[in-house]
């Protein structure tokens, strides 16, 4: 299993930017796929999830209304559409994926995904 994250950068605070996960060496349309972020000299905390086979989403307080998650089945891939980024969002963004799909987001949240790709750098300056 590969996941390839893309799509970090630098912009202003308000601006946005479109993180993608390509999924490999698995079909993925069973999954639960999430996004999770690691500021420096913070821990690792989730941001966004989605279930692969009905498309429910869940999203951490901090990103509501402001982040959308989202799901292409064709191209394997999942997306994170970030719009009013503010300073405090910058972090390593990190793509999951687990085929547990039984657990509820609360465990995710603490415990994590099984496969992770390595991370994209968002920087948001003020």
């Known amino acids: 299993v590969q996941l390839q994250a893309s799509g970090g950068g630098l912009v202003q605070a308000g601006g946005s930017l479109r993180l993608s996960c390509a999924a490999s060496?698995?079909?993925?349309?069973?999954?639960?796929m999430g996004w999770f972020r690691q500021a420096p000299r913070k821990e690792r905390e989730f941001v966004a999830a989605i279930i692969r086979s009905g498309g429910s989403t869940y999203y951490a307080d901090s990103v509501k209304g402001r982040f959308t998650i989202s799901g292409d089945n064709a191209k394997n891939t999942v997306y994170l559409q970030m719009n009013s980024l503010k300073p405090e969002d910058t972090a390593v963004y990190y793509c999951?994926?687990?085929?547990?799909?039984?657990?509820?987001?609360?465990?995710?949240?603490?415990?994590?995904?099984?496969?992770w790709g390595k991370g994209t750098q968002v920087t948001v300056s003020s």
């Open positions: 060496g698995r079909t993925f349309s069973s999954y639960v």
């Open positions: 999951a994926a687990d085929p547990r799909t039984h657990y509820s987001i609360s465990y995710y949240c603490n415990y994590g995904m099984r496969y």
